[in-house]
């Protein structure tokens, strides 16, 4: 069938997918919403920006496909870059702000220690502040067990409060999502911002990883799309090293 050849080091975004001529996949996905889908990239220090896989989001392309979904327009096909990842990156508060800081138009995904996955739209430039920030486009959602997404109930803007004593989304009950400084301990509520329930397996969380994803613009990409295939070893016959991030730490 049309299946993707995977380089070693270099698995690509989505599974080998059947040729399905435009059918529904198992999940309802058709090849051709999935040809529109983002990579998923990481920027290494030695070779700019390579596909990378993500330790939060589903090996398929279901979790991928459901947030895009619910994307401001000005989102679409833009690829993802992992700007701060808790394995690869570290546990330092300082380096996750040096990491996000700035950044606009993010996507952050936790997995709790059930396995649970949830996170937020950030649609406004990341900062270190005392104080509540952001706009009504952020959204909450839970990504697993079952997708749900929750928009702004415009009762309070307590969307974001960010600080190097820990990162805070929603507020006026309790937070939708509270990290604490060393991103080991969280909670999760209901929250008025987005009236959402509780987004992890339990109130209190143990977060098992953490990811926040920038959403690329065109002229901020060193390659071209076809370099970009290349280099992401979709092309039959490209091999190249593994990624830093698959040699023990």
């Not at 993500?54 to 993802?80: F, M, N, Q, T, Y």
């Amino acid at each position: 069938g049309g299946g993707t050849p995977r380089a070693e080091g270099h698995l690509p975004l989505l599974p080998p997918l059947p040729s399905a001529g435009g059918q529904p996949l198992d999940d309802g996905w058709t090849e051709e919403l999935l040809s529109e889908l983002p990579y998923l990239l990481w920027r290494d220090e030695d070779r700019g920006l390579i596909g990378c896989t993500s330790d939060v989001l589903g090996s398929g392309p279901g979790d991928l496909a459901r947030i895009c979904a619910e994307l401001p327009r000005r989102c679409g096909g833009r690829h993802w870059e992992l700007i701060y990842s808790s394995r690869r990156s570290g546990l330092s508060m300082n380096t996750f702000f040096r990491c996000v800081s700035g950044r606009q138009d993010t996507v952050m995904v936790v997995k709790d220690e059930c396995g649970h996955t949830f996170g937020a739209f950030i649609g406004f430039p990341w900062r270190s502040q005392r104080d509540f920030y952001g706009r009504g486009e952020s959204f909450v959602f839970k990504l697993r067990p079952g997708f749900q997404k929750y928009s702004w109930t415009r009762s309070n803007s307590m969307f974001a409060m960010t600080n190097p004593t820990g990162l805070l989304f929603g507020g006026g009950f309790k937070a939708a999502i509270w990290l604490d400084e060393d991103f080991n301990h969280g909670a999760s509520g209901y929250c008025p911002t987005w009236g959402n329930p509780p987004l992890s397996a339990h109130e209190a969380f143990i977060c098992v990883h953490l990811e926040v994803w920038a959403m690329l613009r065109e002229e901020e990409l060193e390659y071209g799309a076809e370099e970009l295939l290349s280099q992401m070893g979709r092309h039959a016959g490209v091999r190249d090293d593994p990624m830093p991030s698959s040699r023990p730490p």
